[in-house]
């Protein structure tokens, strides 16, 4: 029976029963991964940690945290950020939450991690800099935050294929071109004299071709850590995720990768996509790859879609709707548990006004007198809203939190454009 428009369905009890019942039976994941690369710079670095431990309101549960970070102009900024981004990430979520308000409290965590991981080694004066995507997951929901051209792709049971990163070169990201011009840097070709001009877009000074990475310190703070951020739940049919450097997406479409894997186990798949770039353009950079399967304990198998039904190269750009946005129509279907991805986060903003402004509830799990980058205790009266000198008139007032510390405030003002940075020239050319 069809309901009106903006009524609710009435689902039957026994459904309701049904997936209760299912709900507290769903285990958690079984999460297997595997990783190989071919080194030509020797600048390529990962971070797998998995089964990590924590205590929360509500017991003790685990989660995994895979990291891959492209460094360019030298290894550092890739060395320190795998040594130090999970902590300064951790250290940004409040103690004694539950796990879903722990997961909530991951967006903002990491954007803060991200910054603070930026901000701290720059303050060590090296010239480095890395690409990071970062993947955290903790039971059927994977977080996600990138910085740079590496990506993270997922193949879900149903045979979808989803980018849960963005891509930062400037190249092929019109809106942070707008940015970067707008906060006074410039974006164009490396000019070879004589009015030519040759290779991907680029932004002066400092040459590098990513709009947003960690370290960078040379080239201008409009080079901002800030991530996008996408956060999905799986259905217990589960998935596959590939992260992987540019190495491997130069080369080949996401499409390309998953089917080339089809089948094999993680390790065998991670080292099956390294080969396959290969084979297309050769050991031109550093290919790196990690695969990791999301699946139900009992199954011995990485999940296997059906074929695809849309053309090669042609992938869903959107997410499936949620249930409550689906279509009206009832039917025996719908009450069977959908082997689909949902939603729950994205946010790619590159304003800290935006992204450390979260919404209640959530807003109501940071602590109000913290630095909600750096962590560090403001007194009342001395840290500075995250929306000062904000063009929004709703929210220029002096005591409207989240707040900075002193340290943190310059840092916002100077990826924002309001100081200046380094020089740099426009016939230098970046190494990414």
Not at 59 to 87: C, M, P, W
Not at 95 to 107: F, M, Y
Not at 302 to 315: E, H, L
Not at 365 to 373: G, T
Request: with cysteine; charged share 25%; aromatic share 6%.
């Amino acid at each position: 029976m069809l309901s009106k428009s903006g009524d609710h369905h009435t689902v039957p009890l026994s459904v309701l029963l049904k997936r209760e019942l299912a709900n507290e039976k769903l285990e958690n994941p079984e999460i297997l991964h595997g990783q190989a690369s071919q080194s030509k710079k020797g600048e390529d670095f990962t971070f797998l940690k998995t089964e990590c431990q924590r205590v929360l309101g509500d017991g003790v549960t685990t989660y995994s945290v895979f990291g891959l970070f492209d460094g360019h102009n030298g290894s550092a900024a890739a060395i320190y950020s795998k040594e130090n981004l999970l902590n300064n990430v951790l250290s940004a979520i409040p103690p004694d939450l539950n796990r879903d308000e722990w997961v909530a409290a991951l967006p903002r965590a990491l954007v803060a991690g991200f910054v603070k991981t930026d901000k701290d080694f720059q303050e060590r004066a090296q010239t480095s800099g890395t690409t990071v995507t970062f993947v955290i997951i903790d039971g059927w929901v994977v977080t996600v935050a990138s910085v740079g051209d590496s990506r993270c792709i997922l193949e879900s049971a149903e045979g979808g294929i989803y980018y849960l990163s963005a891509d930062h070169r400037l190249e092929c990201n019109e809106e942070e071109r707008e940015r970067i011009t707008s906060s006074g840097g410039e974006v164009g070709r490396l000019n070879t004299g004589g009015g030519t001009e040759i290779g991907p877009l680029r932004c002066w000074p400092g040459g590098l071709c990513l709009s947003r990475s960690i370290g960078d310190m040379d080239v201008g703070e409009f080079i901002v850590p800030v991530p996008y951020v996408k956060q999905v739940k799986l259905s217990s049919a589960g998935g596959r995720l590939i992260i992987s450097s540019d190495g491997v997406w130069d080369a080949i479409s996401a499409e390309t990768a998953f089917e080339c894997c089809r089948g094999m186990p993680v390790d065998a798949a991670a080292s099956q996509i390294v080969k396959e770039a290969l084979s297309v353009k050769g050991l031109r950079d550093d290919t790196t790859c990690i695969v990791i399967d999301i699946q139900l304990p009992e199954k011995p198998n990485p999940p296997q879609p059906p074929p695809k039904k849309q053309g090669k190269g042609v992938f869903k750009a959107m997410f499936r709707r949620k249930p409550s946005e689906a279509s009206s129509q009832i039917d025996k279907e719908e009450y069977c548990e959908p082997d689909v991805v949902e939603e729950l986060f994205e946010e790619g903003s590159a304003a800290l006004s935006e992204r450390l402004d979260s919404k209640y509830p959530i807003c109501n799990i940071f602590k109000l007198f913290m630095c909600a980058v750096c962590q560090v205790e403001i007194k009342p009266g001395e840290g500075v809203s995250v929306h000062a000198g904000s063009s929004d008139s709703r929210k220029v007032r002096p005591w409207d939190g989240p707040f900075l510390c002193s340290s943190c405030q310059e840092k916002k003002e100077a990826m924002e454009g309001k100081r200046p940075s380094g020089d740099g020239s426009r016939y230098s050319s970046g190494s990414e």
